[in-house]
């Protein structure tokens, strides 16, 4: 079975500190993919990350920062300087391969305040 | 180019009536996945329609059904309207159903039913 995991329900940070958005994931898949979306209170899941299971090369896209760990099967995530913009919520998500699609399996998501 | 477009974007239901909502893919996309949001089970999989069938279906009840139509463009149909199916609507659409490039997703279809 397939399963993320986002302990963290909830994060307040003050601006311009660096936070990070936990993510473990369960599969027995050996070929899979994890990705990372932000929702904004308009609902609209916007993508942010794509990483495959052969890739684990940490990845820096300006502010953000993805640790991709397969020996404690964890993806986190780093906003670094957090800014108000930057409050949302967050998932990460799972895909895997059903019936020869490739359906995402999300973890609850955690919910990023930045406060000014 | 236009994203992912979730007609109509509010709705309210009584219990026991059926909704349609529908959803217009990214030009090229032909594949459109639909996903269910709720505060208390998260976002779950509903199903995804490929050259207008159904490749994939999640654990939902046969209340919950959808089609597509030769454009791509899709349609889920949800009858005999219950509480619990008070939720945020999402679709995603890519290009195939094998393209792990990451899905788009509209800003869903917010449905109450009281």
């Known amino acids: 079975a397939q399963k993320v995991t986002q302990a963290q329900t909830e994060i307040s940070v003050v601006e311009k500190e660096d936070v990070t958005l936990d993510c473990v994931y369960e599969?027995?898949?050996?070929?899979?993919?994890l990705f990372w979306y932000k929702q904004p209170p308009s609902g609209e899941l916007v993508f942010l990350i794509r990483r495959n299971s052969f890739d684990e090369q940490n990845e820096i896209s300006g502010r953000y920062s993805w640790n991709f760990q397969k020996s404690t099967s964890s993806f986190n995530f780093t906003i670094t300087a957090s800014q108000v913009v930057d409050s949302a919520v967050y998932f990460c998500a799972l895909s895997f391969s059903g019936a020869g699609s490739y359906q995402l399996t999300f973890g609850k998501g955690t919910k990023l305040s930045v406060i000014p | 180019k236009a994203g992912v477009t979730q007609t109509p974007r509010y709705l309210i239901k009584t219990r026991g009536q059926q909704v349609t909502l529908s959803c217009s893919p990214i030009?090229?996309?032909?594949?459109v996945s639909w996903y269910q949001q709720t505060p208390g089970q998260g976002l779950q999989f509903l199903f995804e329609?490929?050259?207008?069938?159904?490749?994939n279906k999640g654990n939902f009840p046969g209340r919950f059904s959808g089609r597509q139509f030769s454009n791509s463009r899709s349609e889920m149909n949800v009858s005999t309207l219950e509480l619990g199916d008070s939720a945020l609507y999402l679709c995603a659409s890519r290009t195939l159903p094998g393209d792990n490039y990451g899905y788009t997703f509209g800003s869903g279809t917010r449905l109450t039913v009281v």
């Open positions: 329609y490929f050259s207008e069938t159904q490749r």
């Open positions: 599969t027995r898949d050996t070929t899979y993919y």
């Open positions: 030009s090229g996309h032909r594949s």
